[in-house]
């Protein structure tokens, strides 16, 4: 192959995934695939925060309406390790 053929594939590839970028940027924009999916002010669920615990495990904090719930993600299941947390501002330092 010369360098011709090079950069005539080159050239090929970009457009290729630009017509693809802007199909996607498309279908966002007309809302394609956010079926079901509820407006951002109105979400009731929330993760806060998400913690690694080993390669495993993740502790995560969930907010549903005003209830925090911290519960550990793993591949052998979930557990919920505390509920009903009071909301505290996350912003506030101890």
Known sequence: ME????????????FVLSLMGGLTLLLKKIGYGQAGMVKNSKR??????????????KAV????????????LGHSGDTVIETNIQNMPHDQKD
Do not use: N
């Open 3 to 14: 360098i011709g053929d090079y950069i005539k594939f080159f050239f090929a590839l970009l």
């Open 61 to 72: 904090l969930i907010q549903r309406d005003d209830q925090e719930h911290l519960v550990i």
């Open 44 to 57: 009731r669920l929330k993760i806060l925060e998400a913690l690694p615990l080993d390669p495993k495990h």
